[in-house]
Structures are given as structure tokens and as C-alpha cells.
């Protein structure tokens, strides 16, 4: 580490991972391997095993099996929370560890990892009150001779993938809620960033989970992932990624029947109103399309602002995103990092091309930031979009913004409603009326008022519209990996019907 600014060497060497089932470490053997270069630097830093859909197999034959002989479903709520309390002090344990592969895999800068690590850490503690929280209902008013219950059962073996964008921490939005309701997982991260996925594995089998609660098969998302949509052992899918993938997950469970997680992509608005604290929310938005480089499937990149103080704001905005630091993300002091994928990055910069071919005018950024090595976008603001235009409709996924403007409340809430999708909002606005009437018109799963991307794994999460089924996190999210079973319990002497 460099003692003045904090920056972190790169490893010397690649780091190789087997996959995890039944409580083990199963190496790649005669299995291909998947070699991960850091984005940032494009030097080799993880390889992890190319499964086969018959090991994906095996996973789930022991997952079922750990399922069905209540190894862990037939434990107190109390017994599961001590578990999750461990593993929350077993990712503090290895906290810099699971930063730095997150780092080198993603891209995102350091601290930012570090951050998510920590918060991932807090998650679990909060899921270990949900598992002793959860609990069904009962129903004493049928009578004397009836009385009615309602249990909480958990689903089954859940099969679990995950994304690139945030490894660890969307992965822990998901595990600790999936085991505090007692049922067991399989879990597919994305093929360029399985790493912290596979650490996780070793520290909840250290926190105690018992052997083939949590298993882990690594490899590609179109054959294992397929096959796990596909599967017809797997009672629940948790999926999030893009809305296109989720469409097929959606298809392919028709087989079983199984039960659907889906949290996809988001165009997501920022209403600003002329009454709002400009400067705040200059702020939240500039944070809101730079957070993860703007691959984040809640980041604001549609700014809808108010006409009267829209150059105003526009100028606050560029003034902001000059000051934003782009680059190394084994700097700590670096904001916004590297973009995860050649693909990616290409993807991101044909949208600005678009973006000009269509009219829209280009206030600042526009192209890759030039380095010696690495993949990284300057952030990019495009004005005087219009809805027809690809830029407002579809998701980039990468730092790039559109500024249209509007002049009457209705008009702000029709351009915010105007997208397939329903991830999430914000409103800026110091006027109580005006906020609530917004929130309650704006069609999204997580609304903001006077901030972005914030919260805590209190509150549940998801989309309304093309976004997703289902909620994640807070007690919705336990509950989402139970089915409901009603029971009648009758009292004193039948009614003889014969
Ligand atoms: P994908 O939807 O392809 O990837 C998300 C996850 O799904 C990964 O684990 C991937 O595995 C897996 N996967 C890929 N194909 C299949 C399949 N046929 N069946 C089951 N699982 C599969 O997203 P991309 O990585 O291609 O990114 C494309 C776009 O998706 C982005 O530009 C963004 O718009 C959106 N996206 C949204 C995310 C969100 O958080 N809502 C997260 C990521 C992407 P593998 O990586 O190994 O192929």
C-alpha cells in the first residue's frame, strides 16, 4: 500500500477457486477454468471453475436433500439468527479480503467496496431478527369449534443468481432473508465476479450453517443459469439482472411452476422542482448517475426538472461532475471506477453515439476517459431529450444522464410514468403537498424524497411494471421465500354428516 494516498497493490498473482457443495471446497479438476482480468487494469486477478450442468445437478440434489431432512428448516428461529450473527462476524473478519476481490473483479472503487462489505455485514444481523420475527397468524373468532391457523413454511431449495454490478451485497440482500425462512439455496453469481460469492460459502459453513444449506456452482450465465431457470427441483428462482434474461427465467418456469424473485432494470427519474434545494439535489443527482459507474439498476438517469431553473440546474450539474473523481479504483479516493466488460463499455459508449446522432445536446463528458489501461466512461449529460429518443427509453447502465424539463406538476408525472419499468424515483421538492401527491403518483417499487439510493435492509425492495416480481429485503423479504398454509382445526363433537 502506497502510505500517502492509501492505494492498494495489485495481487501478484491470480487467485484459482473450486466451487462449494455440501459443505466443501470441490476443486476444478479436469473442469475449465474462467480467467478474471481486473477491468481497471487489465491484469489476470481470480480464475474460478466452468461447472457442468451436471454438477449444477448434484448442487441441487443436495440442497433438496439437506432441505427435506429439516436439517436447518427444523431449527428455531433463535438457532438460524445465531448462525446469521456469525457469518455478519465472519464478513467483518475478512472484510478487506472480500473488498479487494471485490475491487479487482468489478471494477468499483475501493472504498466503495469496502462500504458494501460492511453494510452486507449488517444485513445479516438484521436478517437474524427476522427469522426469530417471522411468524403466521391465527384465527379465534370461526367459533367454539374451529379454530384457524396460518403458518409460514418455507418454499424449498431456492436457486439463486446474481449479478455483476454489485456481487456481495446484492448477494447478501438475498442469502440471510432466504435462510432465516429455513430454506436451502443454490447460488450462480455472475461468471466475472463469483469470487466474494465463493468466500461467503466458507464463512457461513464457519459460522456453523450445516453442510448443503448454502451451495455454490460457478459458470456461464446462459448454460448453468439456464438450467436453473430450467430446473424442475428448484421451488424458487431469485434472479436479478436484465429485464431481457428475467423475460426468459419468466418462460422457462413454467415447467415446475416455481416461484419467481425477479428484480430487473430501471430507467429511473429525478423529478426536480424549482422549489427543491437546488444544490442538495445537484448533488443526488451527480451521485445518483455515478454511483458503480452507473451500473446500477437503480441509478437516476433521467433528470426531470422544472423549466424555470433548468439551465440553472444543468450548469450546477456540469460544475459538480468536474469535480468527480474518475479512475484507479485501488484508490481510495477514486468515486467512480472502471466499467465491468468490454461489452459494457461498448455498449455505453454506442448510447452516447445515439445520443448525439438523435438531436440530444451534450453538455459535458461524451467518450471514454483516455488512460493506459483499464475500461472508463466520463460521466455524460445530455440535454433536450425528448421520450422518443433510445437514451430516455432504454437502460445504459453506465454513467450517462438525460435532462428533459417540464412545466406543470401532471406534465413532470406523465414524463416520470413514460418507461416500461417501475425500479425507482426521486423527487426534490421542499413543498410537503407536492412530495406526496408525487409519491403517490410515481410508478416505482422504492420512491425518494429528497435523496437517492439510500436506505437499509429495513425496507423491502422491487419493481412494479417490467422491474420485477417480488420484494427483497425487511420482513417482506423472509416472507417471499415462504408459502402460506392455511389449517382448520376443529373442536369438540363433529356434526355427523352420514
Ligand atoms: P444478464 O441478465 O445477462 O446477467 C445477469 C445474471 O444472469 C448473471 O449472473 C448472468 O450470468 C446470468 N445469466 C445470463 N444469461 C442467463 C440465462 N440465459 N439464464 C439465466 N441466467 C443468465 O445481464 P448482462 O450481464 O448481460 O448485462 C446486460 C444488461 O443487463 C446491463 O447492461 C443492464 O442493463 C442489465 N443488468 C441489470 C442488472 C440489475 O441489477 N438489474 C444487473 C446486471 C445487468 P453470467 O454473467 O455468468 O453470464
Redesign the pocket.
Given at each position: 500500500m502506497d502510505m500517502n494516498t492509501g492505494k492498494i497493490e495489485l495481487p501478484k498473482q491470480a487467485r484459482e477457486f473450486g466451487f462449494f457443495v455440501d459443505g466443501k471446497w470441490v476443486s476444478a479438476g479436469a473442469r475449465k477454468l474462467i480467467e478474471r482480468r481486473s477491468p481497471a487494469h487489465d491484469v489476470a486477478v481470480t480464475r474460478i471453475t466452468r461447472c457442468t450442468v451436471e454438477d449444477l445437478n448434484h448442487a441441487v440434489s443436495v440442497a433438496r436433500q439437506a432441505f427435506t431432512d429439516r436439517r436447518w428448516s427444523g431449527l428455531s428461529g433463535t438457532d438460524r439468527a445465531a448462525v446469521l450473527l456469525k457469518a455478519a462476524e465472519g464478513i467483518r473478519a475478512r472484510a478487506e479480503e472480500l473488498a479487494l476481490l471485490e475491487t479487482l473483479e468489478s471494477g468499483k472503487g475501493i472504498s466503495q467496496s469496502r462500504g458494501e462489505v460492511l453494510g452486507a455485514a449488517s444485513i445479516y444481523e438484521y436478517a437474524a431478527g427476522a427469522a426469530r420475527a417471522l411468524h403466521g397468524d391465527t384465527f379465534n373468532n370461526l367459533g367454539d369449534n374451529m379454530l384457524g391457523l396460518v403458518t409460514r413454511e418455507p418454499i424449498g431449495v431456492v436457486g439463486l443468481?446474481?449479478?455483476?454490478?454489485?456481487p456481495f451485497f446484492?448477494l447478501s440482500e438475498r442469502v440471510p432473508f432466504i435462510l432465516a425462512s429455513g430454506c436451502t439455496i443454490v447460488a450462480?453469481?455472475?461468471?466475472?465476479?463469483?469470487a466474494t460469492t465463493l468466500v461467503m460459502a466458507e464463512i457461513l459453513s464457519d459460522a456453523g450453517l450445516p453442510a448443503g444449506v448454502f451451495n455454490v456452482v460457478?459458470?456461464?450465465?446462459?448454460?448453468?443459469?439456464?438450467?436453473?431457470?430450467e430446473h424442475d427441483d428448484i421451488d424458487m428462482l431469485s434472479?436479478?439482472?436484465?429485464?431481457?434474461?428475467?423475460r426468459?427465467?419468466l418462460l422457462?418456469s413454467v415447467g415446475n411452476f416455481k416461484k419467481l424473485g425477479l428484480?430487473?432494470?430501471?430507467k429511473n427519474p429525478q423529478v426536480v422542482f424549482a422549489d427543491a434545494d437546488l444544490d442538495e439535489a445537484a448533488d443526488g443527482v451527480v451521485f445518483g448517475i455515478c454511483f458503480n459507474a452507473g451500473?446500477?439498476?437503480v441509478s437516476g438517469s433521467r433528470l426531470i426538472v422544472e423549466k424555470s431553473v433548468a439551465a440553472d440546474f444543468e450548469a450546477r450539474i456540469a460544475e459538480k461532475l468536474s469535480r468527480v473523481r474518475v479512475g484507479d479504483p485501488l484508490d481510495p479516493r477514486t468515486q467512480v471506477g472502471a466499467i465491468?466488460?468490454e461489452?459494457?463499455h461498448d455498449?455505453i459508449l454506442s448510447y452516447i453515439g445515439k445520443g448525439r446522432e438523435e438531436g440530444a445536446r451534450l453538455v459535458c463528458g461524451g467518450g471514454p476517459l483516455v488512460t493506459d489501461q483499464g475500461r472508463f466512461v466520463m460521466p455524460t449529460v445530455f440535454s433536450d431529450v425528448t421520450m422518443d429518443m433510445a437514451v430516455a427509453r432504454e437502460?445504459?447502465?453506465?454513467p450517462v444522464l438525460t435532462i428533459s424539463t417540464f412545466e406543470t406538476f401532471d406534465e413532470a408525472m406523465e414524463l416520470a410514468n413514460d418507461t416500461v419499468y417501475g425500479?425507482a424515483a426521486s423527487i426534490w421538492t421542499k413543498n410537503l403537498d407536492k412530495a406526496t401527491n408525487a409519491f403517490r403518483r410515481v410508478q416505482a417499487g422504492r420512491v425518494w424524497v429528497n435523496t437517492t439510493i439510500a436506505g437499509g435492509p429495513d425496507l423491502p425492495i422491487g419493481g412494479f411494471k417490467q422491474?420485477?416480481h417480488g420484494r427483497e429485503t425487511g420482513i417482506y423479504g423472509v416472507e417471499e421465500y415462504t408459502e402460506v398454509k392455511t389449517v382448520h382445526i376443529a373442536l369438540g363433537k363433529r356434526d355427523l354428516w352420514v
Open positions: 443468481i446474481t449479478p455483476w454490478n454489485f446484492i450462480k453469481p455472475s461468471e466475472v465476479t463469483s460457478t459458470g456461464s450465465g446462459s448454460e448453468i443459469g439456464q438450467a436453473m431457470t434472479f436479478t439482472g436484465s429485464t431481457a434474461v428475467g426468459r427465467a422457462a428484480e430487473l432494470g430501471g451500473q446500477c439498476c465491468v466488460t461489452q459494457q455498449t437502460e445504459i447502465f453506465g425500479l422491474s420485477g
